[in-house]
């Protein structure tokens, strides 16, 4: 990937929000794989002829096999406004994912406790609270069911480390691909069925509401 089929969703003088493909790194680790953020650079360094480096403030994170919008910040105004709307709970987040099995309510709230295990990079979920937990929970809707798999939509009420993934998981009812989690059908090489398809937030100057959307049918490859 690289800015010419870079997905601009927003963006105003402060922010910039884009579509992010499962698979893509949002910030560069280890690895020395291409990230979101640095394609991101070089799209304002070429659009404002930049000739140093380019300021551009993360805010939050997609994981690496998860598609969506992430918003980034173009000035540290920007990156201070948003981040403290996520601090106050004032942006909203949903997702759309795709679960292996039917599942038996069109909606619920998920109410568990999470672990997270640093070296292996995955959460471990608990019915009741317990040593080194921290309680999850989201609500979800569903969309429509076929072929033994389930679309739903999730509105998260807790920021947990792999929380979707995991709950849906420890219910049973893993996200389409994903084998860490006890996934049995295959997706695609290094993505998942989870999208963050809606994002709402205010912009950092004009307190102007934005609502950004994507069509799940069109960025969930199933």
């Not at 963006?11 to 991101?40: R, T, W, Y």
């Not at 317990?130 to 807790?158: F, G």
């Amino acid at each position: 990937m690289n800015i010419k089929n870079l997905n601009i969703l927003y963006e105003d003088n402060h922010l910039i929000a884009v579509f992010k493909p499962a698979g893509l790194l949002v910030q560069a680790d280890a690895s020395g794989a291409i990230c979101l953020m640095d394609i991101v650079k070089d799209y304002l360094k070429e659009k404002y002829n930049k000739p140093g480096d380019v300021f551009l403030g993360l805010v939050h994170r997609l994981d690496r096999p998860v598609a969506g919008i992430v918003l980034f910040a173009k000035t540290s105004k920007g990156a201070s406004r948003v981040s403290e709307q996520f601090r106050e709970h004032e942006v909203s987040k949903i997702y759309t994912a795709v679960l292996e099995g039917q599942l038996d309510k069109d909606f619920d709230t998920l109410e568990v406790f999470i672990k997270k295990d640093e070296k292996l990079r995955k959460a471990y979920v608990f019915d009741k609270m317990a040593q080194d937990t921290q309680k999850a929970s989201l609500s979800y809707k569903v969309l429509h069911m076929e072929n033994n798999r389930t679309w739903v939509k999730i509105e998260l009420h807790t920021g947990r480390f792999h929380q979707i993934r995991a709950t849906f998981a420890h219910i049973g009812h893993p996200i389409l691909g994903d084998s860490k989690y006890g996934a049995k059908a295959k997706y695609q090489e290094g993505k998942i069925a989870l999208c963050a398809t809606e994002f709402s937030f205010r912009t950092a100057t004009e307190q102007k509401d934005i609502h950004l959307q994507l069509d799940p049918k069109e960025v969930l490859e199933v």
